[in-house]
């Protein structure tokens, strides 16, 4: 089993950069696929990027392609969502997840362990 905690939400103008941070526990952390996704307000929760065990398959939602990157450090236990030329819609609540998998799955019907969530609001 993992639990997973976001952290490196905030307030940032647009334009601007913010990384966000999952800590994981559990010593299997290696072997589970990880993603990010996001909840704006009013919205359904929609995908963002996600990662396989070994890094070696990488998505991204085509709305951050280009802006954000997704990393992990499996010796850290935690994964990494770099955001850059942030923009007024990128304003949600961002969760981690995790699933066992070879793969990085894009639904998050396919994650098993979610974290609360982080708020990230971008100023115009």
């Known amino acids: 089993q993992v639990q997973v905690v976001e952290s490196g939400g905030g307030l940032v103008q647009a334009g601007g950069s913010l990384r966000l941070s999952c800590a994981a526990s559990?010593?299997?952390?290696?072997?589970?696929?990880m993603g990010w996704f996001r909840q704006a307000q009013g919205s359904r929760r929609e995908f963002v990027a996600a990662i396989s065990w070994s890094a070696g398959t990488i998505f991204y939602a085509n709305s951050v392609k280009g802006r954000f990157t997704i990393s992990r450090d499996n010796a850290k236990n935690t994964m990494y969502l770099q955001m850059g030329s942030l923009k007024p819609e990128d304003t949600a609540v961002y969760y981690c997840?995790?699933?066992?998998?070879?793969?990085?799955?894009?639904?998050?019907?396919?994650?098993?362990?979610w974290g609360q969530g982080t708020q990230v609001t971008v100023s115009s």
């Open positions: 997840a995790a699933t066992y998998s070879d793969y990085a799955p894009l639904s998050g019907a396919l994650y098993d362990y």
């Open positions: 559990g010593r299997t952390f290696r072997k589970y696929a």
